[in-house]
């Protein structure tokens, strides 16, 4: 086994025309299945839950797929083929987050809800109030996380073409953010399914073969492994040691506890990962497609910490710098050189079929994120908060509630929100859904543009901070703090969302470093780069003040209708 320094291996290009055409393949298949899907059914049901027909096992391949994004697939091997145990420590996070959406909130989500976060909180709270803080808040979110998946594409047929130009990663943000606005508008949520399960199972498939053509090169021998990847790393033992990344100062430690935070308890919060919850029949087969996805989602970051020693070891952390700063490239290389090298017939055709999967996992998971936040907008801000229009409750109302004010939950103005508004209202609601998905996926675009040497993992990791802090302690309050009020719930949201925004706008993320998104300027105070550490317990300490310092009390028999549905499924949609 060679010792030497791994040579260059950027594909050439008299391959392009292969993995260009196999980037073809992979658009077109997940074209028809959107159009095949597209025709079964345009009910609100149907786009916004897929009908609500998925078994655990399908569920469970679309929660990873959902999961298992261009942060999983590159991002993470990158940052591991750089940083080495520092990048480990990263992935363990993502891992972790799902024990805590295991066995806080998957059953009870589901029984709550109808589509969305905002559908759990209307049950017990005023329905505009909340609707507009929790629909806003997916929407940032949602927003965040496609800007990763946008620059993991780029940075990926940027690789593909041979070339570090600006402009072929612009105009294939510009082509990801029209594909993603195609299937969401055309499929709704049960395309966007069956493309997250197919493209989970090409994920893991080619994560598998490229792991088992690993181990072969180093014979079984991963402390081998070990060893070549600490020496090509440029960083020695070190590589293989905590604080390559995150260690050398005080503010690099606390800025990784933040990262950590964020990622464990983050995943709870996602949009596109809860109303996932809403596309099976019952909150059991919820809970069993939570437990599918942590299977998978397990194995795979497995996979992808041998794929970034690999990279490493056989690449070289300096080439993979060199093809892209940020490492999202690591993967596809590595391809390369197992499949017999530049040049090779078979180093083409497996660096080609990486980066399809690769480009696969991009389209799935930006149409997941593209629905959940044309949902949160048109389901949640038009319809529950903006128009205020009559919606059918998930369950009757009770006679006996003293009026109030008029439109508020729990108060007899509310009574007509009992009766069905008919068909044509959710056609209206589709359709804002639809013209939602163009908004969003145009603002997307707008920002992936700026933030393109960012890496991927990176950026899902300020996603994540962004949800522990706005939705997390909302939902978690909601469902078990009987005291809990409206105020409270817009305050815990804005309290966690306003925060995270700040600080990021201030922080070394934006600007005051030449990875930044102004690197001409330094406007920032903010010493970390993840907010997660002060915006989380923001979060919660806004959502307990709001609610001791409300002046109307929590109705406590609306929060027992809550706690009885979401324990045992009662009146579940």
Request: positive net charge; aromatic residues 10%.
């Amino acid at each position: 086994m060679t010792t030497a320094t791994p040579p260059p291996v950027a594909p050439t290009g008299d391959h392009h025309d292969l993995a260009i055409a196999l980037f073809a393949v992979v658009v077109l298949v997940t074209l028809a299945i959107t159009l095949w899907v597209g025709r079964r059914g345009s009910a609100t049901e149907d786009f916004y839950a897929g009908g609500r027909d998925f078994t655990p096992l399908q569920n469970g391949f679309a929660l990873s797929g959902d999961y298992l994004s261009a942060a999983s697939f590159l991002g993470v091997a990158g940052l591991i083929a750089l940083y080495g145990y520092d990048g480990v420590l990263y992935s363990i996070g993502f891992l972790v987050a799902w024990l805590v959406v295991l066995m806080l909130v998957a059953e009870l989500v589901r029984n709550a809800g109808r589509y969305t976060l905002a559908d759990v909180l209307a049950l017990r709270l005023r329905r505009r109030k909340v609707r507009a803080a929790a629909g806003g808040a997916s929407v940032v979110v949602t927003l965040l996380y496609l800007v990763a998946q946008m620059v993991g594409a780029g940075s990926l047929v940027a690789l593909l073409l041979g070339t570090n130009s600006a402009q072929a990663r612009t105009w294939t943000i510009v082509a990801v953010g029209g594909l993603m606005i195609v299937y969401v508008t055309i499929g709704g949520m049960r395309a966007t399914t069956w493309i997250q399960i197919v493209k989970a199972f090409l994920l893991i498939a080619g994560s598998v073969l490229l792991t088992v053509l690993l181990m072969v090169r180093f014979h079984g021998d991963v402390g081998e492994l070990m060893r070549q990847a600490a020496q090509h790393s440029g960083a020695g033992r070190r590589y293989l040691e905590p604080g390559l990344k995150y260690g050398a100062t005080f503010t690099s430690r606390l800025d990784f506890f933040s990262l950590g935070l964020a990622l464990v308890l983050g995943t709870a919060g996602l949009p596109h990962i809860l109303s996932r919850f809403y596309t099976v029949p019952t909150a059991r087969a919820a809970r069993r497609s939570t437990m599918w996805a942590i299977g998978l989602v397990g194995g795979f970051y497995l996979m992808a910490i041998a794929l970034g020693l690999g990279a490493t070891a056989l690449v070289g952390s300096a080439e993979v710098r060199h093809a892209n700063s940020a490492g999202n490239t690591a993967v596809p290389l590595l391809a390369l050189v197992l499949g017999g090298g530049n040049g090779s017939t078979g180093g083409v055709v497996l660096f080609a079929l990486i980066s399809a999967i690769a480009f696969a996992t991009i389209l799935a998971v930006v149409a997941g994120l593209t629905l959940a936040s044309s949902a949160a907008f048109a389901h949640d801000i038009w319809a529950g908060a903006w128009r205020g229009r009559p919606r059918r409750r998930p369950f009757r109302r009770r006679a006996a509630v003293p009026a109030s004010r008029p439109g508020e939950a729990g108060e007899t103005g509310d009574a007509a929100e009992a009766e069905p508004t008919g068909e044509a209202s959710e056609r209206q609601e589709v359709w804002v859904a639809r013209f939602a998905a163009v908004g969003i996926g145009a603002a997307a675009i707008a920002i992936s543009l700026y933030a393109q040497q960012l890496n991927v993992a990176f950026l899902v990791g300020l996603a994540f901070a962004v949800a522990a802090s706005s939705n997390l302690p909302v939902l978690l309050y909601s469902l078990f703090w009987s005291r809990f009020t409206t105020r409270g719930a817009v305050w815990s949201v804005y309290g966690g969302l306003v925060p995270a925004i700040v600080l990021v706008v201030f922080s070394p993320v934006v600007s005051g470093t030449k990875v930044a998104l102004f690197p001409g300027v330094d406007f920032h105070w903010f010493p970390l780069e993840n907010p997660g550490i002060i915006s989380i317990p923001l979060g919660f300490l806004a959502g307990w003040i709001g609610t001791i310092t409300s002046p109307e009390p929590a109705d406590a028999d609306r929060f027992a209708e809550l706690e009885v549905r979401a324990l045992t499924g009662a009146g579940a949609a």
